[in-house]
């Protein structure tokens, strides 16, 4: 029989319950927290060791002092908590001002300065967690932090170089992935079946808001529309958070005028990221941006790509923590600690002489790479005459050209393994405008063709023209 393939969460899950029994990540703490009524060996007995000790007591504080509650998942010692994660990650700088600018500079590079946000009555900082309104705008009832109201993981307050103020809500994934369910049909618990009581008491909430939002794309009827299935029925909730803030910031503590929002989601997260959504037969990414009426309000990062500009010396202890912790120590994961490669004159591989000589980051570390003094078309254009396709150690470009943009699958043998990537430019600018593991691009691939979306008559390539990976 044929050995089942892990996922994203079971790898995980799996490599976190190995570090439990190998390191001292989680200072020895005892197993067997009790999820689902039983006790499980990916559940801490005491859940604050989940927490990286050097925030640890600090962290559990601020929560009981601003009065937040810990999701379920955190409180039971879960140690794939998406929370715990977001914590671990943001809450050590959470009072540096000129590293949180730089996470909001990964955001937007236009962010010229971050502010206070005043409306933690506990140890106020420049990033704030399960951040809610002063003001409850869905009735819902009193915004309570981290339970039973729209709310957003984490949040930075910036200033653009025009003088606006800019909230950048994060919602923070890790493992998660989501089923078909449709969120706008749902029953009510203790009503008869078919009542669907529970999904129209959300299409009264939300229906209004989305007509007379500008964000927000406009449909004749919201029952079973894509902003009722998750993970969309999140973002759609969040996207109308981020709107009547800034409606309503006469009211609000908070006085922004813009908004952008991250959506922080580990990169290996094939399931969540890639998954073709029945209701958009679509991957997220692409799901979400056909709703939004303006593409540049949500941005997809990686917790890795998102913290990379942090000073490494200042915080060596948490990179080396998130490292071991969340990235399965692999060198490429080592944040602002480039990985230079260079191709000597004169080596010969596979009986070509290769004439090059490069030092490129590491490509888990994409920018605007212009700074090589040469655009990505020419880069890779050179680097393929100099290199044949799969040699180990090398650049192994092959470049794929539609209308608007390139797309180079590289195997690249420094990341992830030699794994090769199907980068994506746009020829205009040549930068960078997204990127996925080839083995996800064919999934992708295959996928539409199984389901008849793609015709693929003629050139193989076509589907960069089918709206699927076409840029925005």
């Given at each position: 029989m044929e050995k089942?393939?892990?996922?994203?969460?079971?790898?995980?899950?799996?490599?976190?319950?190995?570090?439990?029994?190998?390191?001292?990540?989680?200072?020895?703490?005892?197993?067997?927290?009790?999820?689902?009524?039983?006790?499980?060996?990916?559940?801490?007995?005491?859940?604050?060791?989940?927490?990286?000790?050097?925030?640890?007591?600090?962290?559990?504080?601020?929560?009981?002092k601003n009065g937040i509650d810990w999701h379920i998942f955190a409180r039971q010692g879960h140690i794939l908590s998406s929370q715990v994660c977001c914590i671990n990650h943001l809450f050590p700088i959470r009072h540096d001002k000129e590293n949180v600018l730089r996470l909001a500079k990964a955001v937007c590079n236009e962010f010229i300065d971050v502010l206070p946000i005043n409306t933690d009555e506990y140890s106020p900082g420049y990033i704030q967690f399960e951040a809610v309104s002063d003001i409850d705008h869905f009735n819902e009832g009193k915004p309570t932090r981290g339970s039973n109201c729209t709310s957003v993981d984490?949040?930075?307050?910036?200033?653009?170089?025009?003088?606006?103020?800019?909230?950048?809500?994060?919602?923070?994934?890790?493992?998660?992935?989501?089923?078909?369910?449709?969120?706008?049909?749902?029953?009510?618990?203790?009503?008869?079946?078919?009542?669907?009581?529970?999904?129209k008491e959300r299409l009264k909430r939300y229906s209004k808001l989305i007509d007379d939002s500008r964000f927000l794309k406009k449909m004749t009827s919201y029952k079973n529309s894509i902003y009722f299935f998750e993970p969309f029925y999140q973002l759609m909730r969040q996207t109308l958070w981020a709107?009547?803030?800034?409606?309503?910031?006469?009211?609000?503590?908070?006085?922004?005028?813009?908004?952008i929002h991250l959506h922080i989601i580990p990169n290996e997260n094939d399931e969540l990221l890639y998954k073709m959504y029945k209701i958009s037969k679509k991957p997220l990414r692409e799901s979400w941006l056909d709703n939004l009426n303006d593409k540049g309000k949500y941005i997809i990062i990686s917790p890795m790509d998102f913290i990379k500009n942090i000073d490494n010396n200042k915080y060596n202890d948490l990179l080396n923590y998130l490292?071991?912790?969340?990235?399965?120590?692999?060198?490429?994961?080592?944040?602002?600690?480039?990985?230079?490669?260079?191709?000597?004159?004169?080596?010969?591989?596979?009986?070509?002489?290769?004439?090059?000589?490069?030092?490129?980051?590491?490509?888990?570390?994409?920018?605007?790479?212009?700074?090589?003094?040469?655009?990505?078309?020419?880069?890779?254009?050179?680097?393929?005459?100099?290199?044949?396709?799969?040699?180990?150690?090398?650049?192994?470009?092959?470049?794929?050209?539609?209308?608007?943009?390139?797309?180079?699958?590289?195997?690249?043998?420094?990341?992830?393994?030699?794994?090769?990537?199907?980068?994506?430019?746009?020829?205009?600018?040549?930068?960078?405008?997204?990127?996925?593991?080839?083995?996800?691009?064919?999934?992708?691939?295959?996928?539409?063709?199984?389901?008849?979306?793609?015709?693929?008559?003629?050139?193989?390539?076509?589907?960069?023209?089918?709206?699927?990976?076409?840029?925005?």
């Open positions: 089942k393939q892990l996922n994203y969460q079971e790898t995980e899950r799996k490599r976190a319950v190995d570090l439990l029994k190998t390191t001292s990540l989680f200072n020895g703490a005892e197993t067997g927290g009790i999820i689902h009524g039983k006790p499980r060996d990916f559940a801490l007995k005491d859940w604050k060791q989940n927490l990286w000790d050097k925030i640890r007591d600090d962290s559990i504080t601020y929560f009981d984490a949040l930075i307050y910036a200033v653009h170089k025009d003088g606006k103020k800019h909230m950048i809500p994060i919602e923070w994934k890790y493992t998660e992935n989501y089923n078909d369910e449709d969120k706008s049909i749902e029953d009510r618990q203790g009503e008869p079946k078919g009542n669907e009581l529970r999904g709107e009547q803030m800034i409606q309503h910031r006469e009211e609000e503590r908070i006085k922004a005028v813009d908004y490292q071991k912790r969340y990235c399965g120590g692999k060198a490429e994961y080592i944040l602002n600690r480039h990985c230079n490669i260079e191709h000597q004159d004169n080596n010969v591989f596979g009986g070509r002489k290769v004439v090059t000589k490069y030092n490129i980051n590491c490509f888990d570390e994409f920018d605007d790479l212009s700074s090589i003094g040469m655009d990505f078309g020419e880069l890779f254009m050179k680097l393929n005459e100099s290199c044949q396709y799969g040699q180990q150690g090398l650049f192994a470009p092959e470049v794929l050209a539609s209308e608007n943009e390139i797309v180079c699958i590289v195997d690249f043998a420094c990341t992830r393994n030699a794994t090769a990537y199907a980068v994506f430019f746009d020829k205009k600018t040549n930068k960078i405008t997204r990127k996925m593991p080839y083995r996800v691009f064919l999934k992708i691939y295959d996928s539409l063709l199984e389901s008849g979306y793609l015709n693929i008559a003629g050139n193989y390539w076509n589907i960069l023209k089918d709206g699927v990976f076409k840029l925005d």
